[in-house]
């Protein structure tokens, strides 16, 4: 599927409520069918629709006394509904200025599913939704890893939004498949297993595939090796190093261990062997030992993702 959800919503709520939830779902990442997003001139509107309602993963509908009066908003809850029956959940219900009464006038089926309510303002809405999205995505398939690292314990943090346990968890997991040993915590100072040119080089392009997934996966594509890379592929000049820090937030400030981050801020790459003091709540743009430690491991996962793309031919 194309879209994390489709937004069913009459237009007397389009602008006081869908299009904004519609863009704040989008600064976290969420693959959104909105009808303003997707429809150019000429378009056939039901066409259209039906596409969206079949390439989403669920459905937003936003009941309102204006929703429940139209005819067309409700073929689009029927089309999820018929959906649910077969698919499991898929529906997740938002409430704009109504209350239990009402919706049990319009639907008694719809009284009885757990919804978010715009009264208590769309952050609120968006928060629910993201969590709705993250219970009910399926697990990654079964993790193999190229030298037998087990990658469950990231992919629970992960999945329960510990970004910063998820980040030193991937760094020891970067340093174990480069075949050198963690020699204590990350966020201690001094030397504890760093990495160095070769080391990275030589990485398995299968680890480094399944530490990129679930970063992507659980992000909902804002992190992870294909998020930083696509940024290095639209960066010109000299100074790459300092505008790639500028995009990704690594410009002489504190780590945000929060999904709303930057696209690209997470992972932060482990230590360079030239580094011998380790503060992984804090990058400097002027460390230019782990520049470099950034773009060789970025370099290698294209190598990695080239590789992967001549074999598939």
């Not at 009066?69 to 997740?92: C, H, S, T, Y």
Request: proline fraction near 4%; aromatic fraction near 10%.
């Amino acid at each position: 599927m194309n879209y994390d959800i489709f937004v069913s919503h009459a237009s007397e709520d389009k602008d006081e409520i869908a299009r904004p939830l519609a863009l704040l779902l989008q600064k976290y990442g969420i693959l959104v069918w909105l009808d303003d997003f997707e429809l150019t001139l000429g378009d056939s509107l039901r066409r259209s629709i039906d596409y969206g309602l079949s390439q989403s993963h669920f459905g937003v509908v936003i009941l309102s006394h204006a929703f429940f009066a139209k005819e067309w908003p409700q073929k689009e809850l029927d089309a999820l509904v018929a959906r649910e029956d077969g698919q499991g959940k898929v529906i997740l219900p938002i409430w704009h200025n109504l209350g239990k009464n009402d919706i049990i006038k319009y639907s008694p089926l719809l009284a009885d599913k757990l919804a978010a309510s715009t009264s208590k303002g769309l952050p609120n809405v968006a928060d629910k939704i993201i969590r709705a999205i993250q219970k009910n995505y399926n697990k990654c398939n079964v993790i193999k890893s190229a030298c037998g690292i087990n990658y469950d314990t990231l992919r629970n943090l992960l999945e329960s939004s510990q970004w910063k346990e998820a980040n030193q968890e991937s760094s020891r997991l970067l340093i174990r498949s480069s075949g050198r040993e963690v020699l204590g915590p990350l966020d201690m100072p001094g030397m504890i297993g760093t990495l160095g040119d070769r080391d990275i080089y030589e990485l398995p392009c299968q680890d480094l595939k399944i530490l990129d997934k679930l970063w992507s996966k659980y992000s909902y594509g804002r992190f992870g090796f294909s998020a930083q890379a696509g940024i290095i592929a639209e960066i010109n000049g000299e100074n790459i190093w300092d505008e790639f820090c500028h995009r990704v937030g690594w410009n002489h400030s504190k780590i945000i261990y929060e999904l709303h981050s930057p696209v690209g801020h997470l992972p932060t790459p482990p230590p360079h062997y030239h580094i011998h003091h380790v503060d992984t709540d804090y990058i400097n743009n002027m460390d230019r030992a782990l520049w470099w430690n950034v773009a060789t491991i970025l370099a290698r996962f294209k190598e990695c993702t080239v590789e992967k793309s001549v074999q598939d031919k």
